[in-house]
Structures are given as structure tokens and as C-alpha cells.
């Protein structure tokens, strides 16, 4: 959601668009993550029946009722004030570029002899 509103998208549609991508990958997780949990309400012992059952009741309230309903619904009543970031946490916190996008607004600079002589290694 947020790389689509980082692209220039409208806060609401970013949470659709997000949404729509992220969507399937929250369901398949969860059902995984519930399967695995469940698991171990096959075991002998009830201390394991009973972790195992309310780690897969709190997975199934995590993936389908806070992600997929709660945190959409509360992005699109916050419209930009979601996005928003205090500057002095905005300084504290560390710039990530996953998707490379620095780069691509870099520009590019043209090589000249020097730069290709001080860039070459000498054995």
C-alpha cells in the first residue's frame, strides 16, 4: 500500500491497489501459518492442544481480521495523514530503498578518462 501511494497514487487507491496485491499472500499465509498450528493439536499432550489451538485462533484474527479488514479500513479513513512521518523521526529512522528506486532518480553521470583510470584495478 504504501509503495503504491509512494508512486503517486491517491491515499484510497493505493489501499485498493495494495490491497489487491497483497491480498492473496496474507490469505495463503495464514491458512499455512493456521495449518502448522493446528498440527499441534495432534500431539499427546494438552498443554501442546491448547498452545496450538489458540496460536491458530490468534493467526486466523491477525491474517483475516486486522490485515484484511482493521489496517485497510483505518489507512482509508486517515487518507494522507496515514502516510505522514515526524521529520525528527524521519531523521532518526534509516532510509531502506528495497525496489532501487534512488537509483533510478540518480542521474546518470558520463564517464570520462580520469573516472575510467582511477576505476581500474592494477594487478
Avoid at 52 to 63: M, T
Avoid at 81 to 96: D, E, G, I, N, T
Wanted: no cysteine; proline share 6%.
Amino acid at each position: 500500500m504504501r509503495e503504491a501511494y509512494l508512486h503517486g497514487e491517491r491515499p484510497a487507491q493505493a489501499v485498493v491497489s495494495g490491497f489487491r496485491h497483497s491480498g492473496r499472500v496474507v490469505v495463503a499465509a495464514g491458512i499455512i501459518m493456521m495449518a502448522v498450528f493446528a498440527g499441534f493439536m495432534t500431539g499427546g499432550e494438552t498443554l501442546v492442544k491448547m498452545v496450538g489451538f489458540g496460536l491458530a485462533i490468534a493467526v486466523l484474527f491477525d491474517a483475516f481480521v486486522v490485515r484484511m479488514a482493521f489496517v485497510p479500513a483505518v489507512l482509508a479513513l486517515l487518507g494522507k495523514a496515514a502516510w505522514w512521518l515526524p521529520r525528527p523521526l524521519a531523521r532518526l529512522l534509516p532510509r531502506v530503498d528495497v525496489e532501487g528506486e534512488a537509483l533510478a532518480r540518480r542521474p546518470a553521470a558520463s564517464p570520462t578518462a580520469e573516472d575510467g583510470a582511477r576505476d581500474t584495478v592494477r594487478v
